[in-house]
C-alpha cells in the first residue's frame, strides 16, 4: 500500500485546525501512504505547527511550500502532477477523519478495477468542533446505479473527501485551473470537485464507476458564513460544468469559463443574480433564526422570496423528502 497512495492536505493559514486534523491522520488504522502537505504561502503559524507537530509525532511526511498563492483548486492540481502514486486522498486541513476512513476507502477501491473513486458520508461539525445536524451524504452506493446516472448525463456530486485513481483523473483533465478570470472570486475554487467527479464520469462507457460507502467517515467543518458565500459563483460554475459535459458527449469543444459566461445574455445573468440572492437571503434567514434574531429573519426570507419564490418550495419538497 505504501507505494499505492498519497494523502495529501492542502493548507493555507490553518493554524487554528491543522493540528487537530494531523492527529486524527495519526490515529488512522492503517499507516502505509505517503503523508503530502503543500502550504500555499499561509501567512500565519501553519508550517510552523506542522514542523513542531512531526518532531513529537514521528512519521513520514513531505512539506512543500508553494512559491505563490494559488487557491485549492491550484493546489490540488499541482498534487496531482507531483505525485506518483496510483491513488490520491485530499483531507482538507479544517477536517477531522475517523480513525478508519483510509483503510475503508483504499480496501473498496483495490478490491474493484472498474472502480476510479470511492466516496463516504460526511458529517457536519461547527468552527469549534461541536456536532451540528446534518452532513453530506451523496453519491450512489453501486456501480449500477452510477452508471444509469452517468449514461443520462447528469451531474456527479460526491463529497470532496474521497480516494480516486490519480491517472484516470489527469486523463480527464484533472483539477482544472486554465480559462478563469485572473481576479477574484476564483471561479475554479467553486465546485472544483463537482467538476472532477463530473469529468471522470465520461468514463463509465470504459466501465469505470464512482461510488460512496454509505458510512459517515469524516468530520466536515462547516464554518458559518452569511452573505459572503457566492452563490451566483457557484450557479454560474455549476452551469458551465453541466454545459461542458453535454458538448463533451456530442463530442464538441468544451468551453472555458470565461467563454461560457461570455456567451450568456444580459437577461440571464440577471435572473441568476436574482436566484442567487435568493439563495443567499434565505441561507442567512436560517442562520437568524437559529439565533432567535427574528427581525433579521423575517426581512431576509422576504428578500429571498421576492427574488425567487419557488427557491423556498424547492428547497421544502427537497427536505422533506430526505426526511422520509
Not at 479544517?94 to 475503508?104: G, N, Q, R, S, V
Not at 437568524?288 to 422570496?305: A, H, N, T
Request: charged share 30%; proline share 2%.
Amino acid at each position: 500500500m505504501t507505494n499505492d497512495l498519497t494523502l495529501a492536505i492542502c493548507m493555507y493559514n490553518a493554524e487554528k485546525y491543522i493540528e487537530e486534523t494531523l492527529q486524527c491522520i495519526m490515529t488512522q488504522t492503517v499507516q502505509e501512504f505517503h503523508l503530502l502537505i503543500v502550504n500555499d504561502c499561509s501567512t500565519d503559524n501553519s508550517v510552523q505547527i506542522v514542523e513542531d507537530f512531526f518532531k513529537r509525532n514521528l512519521r513520514q511526511y513531505e512539506l512543500v511550500n508553494l512559491p505563490k498563492n494559488g487557491g485549492l483548486c491550484a493546489g490540488r492540481r499541482f498534487v496531482e502532477e507531483y505525485v506518483t502514486t496510483k491513488y490520491l486522498l485530499f483531507v482538507d486541513a479544517d477536517d477531522c477523519p475517523y480513525p478508519t476512513l483510509i483503510e475503508k476507502l483504499y480496501n473498496k477501491i483495490s478490491s474493484d478495477d472498474d472502480l476510479m473513486a470511492v466516496g463516504c458520508h460526511l458529517e457536519y461539525m461547527d468552527s469549534n468542533g461541536a456536532k451540528m445536524n446534518g452532513g453530506i451524504f451523496l453519491g450512489e452506493t453501486t456501480k449500477e446505479g452510477f452508471y444509469e446516472k452517468a449514461a443520462k448525463e447528469k451531474l456527479i456530486f460526491m463529497q470532496p473527501t474521497a480516494i480516486y485513481d490519480r491517472l484516470l483523473a489527469l486523463q480527464v483533465g484533472g483539477h482544472y485551473i486554465t480559462g478563469v478570470p485572473n481576479d477574484k472570486p476564483r471561479y475554479q475554487d467553486l465546485c472544483e470537485d463537482l467538476d472532477l467527479w463530473t469529468r471522470m464520469s465520461d468514463l463509465y462507457k470504459k466501465g469505470k464507476a464512482i461510488v460512496v460507502i454509505p458510512e459517515v467517515l469524516c468530520k466536515y467543518r462547516k464554518h458559518e458564513q452569511a452573505l459572503s458565500a457566492n452563490s451566483l459563483g457557484m450557479i454560474l460554475r455549476m452551469r458551465h460544468i453541466k454545459a461542458n459535459l453535454k458538448r463533451r458527449r456530442r463530442g464538441e469543444k468544451e468551453l472555458s469559463f470565461i467563454e461560457f459566461r461570455d456567451r450568456m445574455s444580459k437577461e440571464e445573468l440577471k435572473k441568476l443574480e436574482k436566484d442567487a440572492k435568493s439563495a443567499d437571503c434565505l441561507r442567512n434567514a436560517y442562520y437568524c433564526l437559529k439565533k432567535g434574531m427574528l427581525i433579521r429573519f423575517i426581512q431576509y426570507l422576504s428578500i429571498s422570496i421576492f427574488n425567487n419564490p419557488s427557491y423556498i418550495i424547492d428547497k421544502l419538497k427537497h427536505n422533506l423528502l430526505r426526511m422520509k
